[in-house]
């Protein structure tokens, strides 16, 4: 049996390719994140290895260009080497991978190098598992299918299809699994079972229900409309009614929480992402900032609610399979993101605005907030300077998510929070008298 042998620190990328590789080309596969261990085993005789997989760069280093040097000065002229991701500074010579979720071609490539052909290819079948942000699990009593969890390059089957989600699930989250893999045969119908158990949910909702279960069943609601928006033409009745009532109940938490340190404390200690966590805590600003400046009102707040649930929807597919991302500006640069991710995030703004548009009932002007809300007038990008032609709850917005991202900042670093400070930093790179105007509402916040 030949064997393959991957340099890569993503794990997400490593069990798909173990995967699919094995099945495919019937070669084992050993994964490398540290490009000397990966060295040491190519050049160790004991080893034989038939192709090198390598993604362009690991951190910051130019992996692919170190590890294929060490192997010219080794001598190993005849491996053949594969990489995964931008040719960037790489040389002509070196075979470029470029999109590496694009399974098929990745697989394809190595299998023909192989010598594996695309009849023997096309007789094996594949298991083909898709994420599922663990979240979605919380609302059943028992899971619809199999599910399993990635560790150390594998898929690891933890439930049997219709054994009980709770109390199991629980540890799973408190070792900071973010998402569960289902089927891909089997991703429609989880997704419509979610849907219904979430709606049935929200009924046992009233206003008086603690805050940590609103915030923990809205966040499943964001995750699970976002799911069904990816795979439906057009938004279902269910899909409707499952929004709006996650709305409500994020705005009923958003007015009546306090202070801004008690909706922290809860989002943390529900274990919520940075996505969902950064939109609850600028919402909790941006309606401060409409009940502080003159021209706000009732109607900002019921277009707020739109905006604030439906914004960054489709970034829910880049944040399910990397949990650590954080501030949406820095993705654009994170070398963990795929070509394809990144295009998610370029056009996010202007997808969901795509969407809301079919949503029945979609206050006016929703739409173009949301396709503003990174300061461009087409929702492609983030702006880099912010000018006067976007709509004013859009400038909102803007101000708000800066605002949060200035804040989480100061926490996470462990800094103390001076709201003065942030708002003159605020002023510096928003300096439009109507972003300004905004900021100084920010002062009297309650943090
Ligand atoms: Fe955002
Ligand atoms: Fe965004």
């Not at 979240?135 to 619809?144: A, E, G, I, K, T």
């Not at 933890?158 to 699930?169: C, D, R």
């Not at 003159?294 to 009102?297: A, S």
């Given at each position: 049996m030949s064997t393959l042998l991957l340099i890569s620190d993503n794990e997400v990328l490593n069990s798909l390719y173990t995967v699919n590789l094995k099945v495919y080309t019937e070669s084992d596969l050993v994964c490398y994140a540290k490009i000397d261990d990966a060295i040491d085993h190519i050049t160790d005789p004991e080893n034989e290895v038939s192709v090198v997989v390598c993604l362009d760069k690991i951190g910051r280093e130019d992996a692919a260009l170190i590890a294929y040097s060490s192997l010219l000065e080794s001598g190993l002229f005849d491996i053949p080497f594969y990489v995964v991701g931008n040719r960037g500074e790489l040389t002509e010579e070196m075979d470029i991978l470029q999109d590496p979720f694009d399974l098929k071609n990745v697989i394809g490539t190595i299998a023909k190098r192989l010598g594996i052909t695309a009849k023997d290819m096309a007789s094996k079948s594949v298991p083909d598992y898709y994420p599922m942000p663990i979240?979605?699990?919380?609302?059943?009593?028992?899971?619809?299918c199999q599910t399993y969890i990635v560790h150390e390059g594998h898929f690891n089957l933890?439930?049997?299809?219709?054994?009980?989600?709770?109390?199991?699930?629980k540890s799973y989250l408190d070792q900071k699994v973010t998402t569960l893999y289902v089927p891909s045969s089997m991703r429609f119908e989880f997704t419509k079972i979610v849907t219904k158990a979430l709606r049935e949910k929200t009924n046992?909702?009233?206003?008086?229900?603690p805050q940590e279960e609103k915030l923990e069943i809205v966040q499943q609601g964001i995750e699970t409309v976002a799911e069904r928006l990816f795979e439906d033409e057009q938004i279902t009745q269910e899909v409707i009614q499952l929004s709006s009532k996650c709305m409500n109940i994020m705005m009923d938490v958003i007015d009546k929480v306090p202070d801004l340190k008690d909706l922290i404390r809860d989002l943390t200690r529900n274990k919520s992402g940075f996505l969902y966590s950064h939109s609850i805590i600028a919402g909790y600003v941006a309606n401060h900032v409409l009940d502080n400046i003159?021209?706000?009102?009732e109607s900002h707040k019921e277009k707020l609610k739109f905006v604030l649930f439906?914004?960054?929807?489709?970034?829910t597919s880049v944040y399910k399979n990397h949990s650590d991302l954080e501030y949406e500006e820095s993705l654009v640069f994170d070398e963990r993101l795929s070509e394809e991710e990144k295009e998610v995030v370029i056009s996010h703004a202007a997808k969901a605005a795509e969407a809301i548009k079919t949503y029945p009932k979609c206050p006016l002007g929703v739409d173009s907030i949301i396709r503003q809300h990174h300061g461009t007038t087409n929702g492609m990008g983030f702006a880099t300077t912010y000018k006067d032609d976007i709509s004013p709850l859009a400038k909102v917005l803007i101000i708000s998510e800066a605002f949060t991202e200035k804040l989480l900042e100061c926490l996470y670093s462990g800094e103390e929070v001076e709201v003065s400070t942030i708002c003159s930093d605020l002023k510096e790179k928003y300096s439009k008298h109507t972003y300004v105007k905004i900021i100084k509402t920010l002062l009297t916040i309650k943090l």
């Open positions: 979240r979605m699990f919380f609302s059943l009593q028992n899971v619809p933890i439930f049997e299809s219709g054994s009980p989600v709770w109390p199991k699930i046992t909702i009233t206003r008086k229900s003159e021209w706000g009102g439906f914004h960054d929807m489709h970034l």
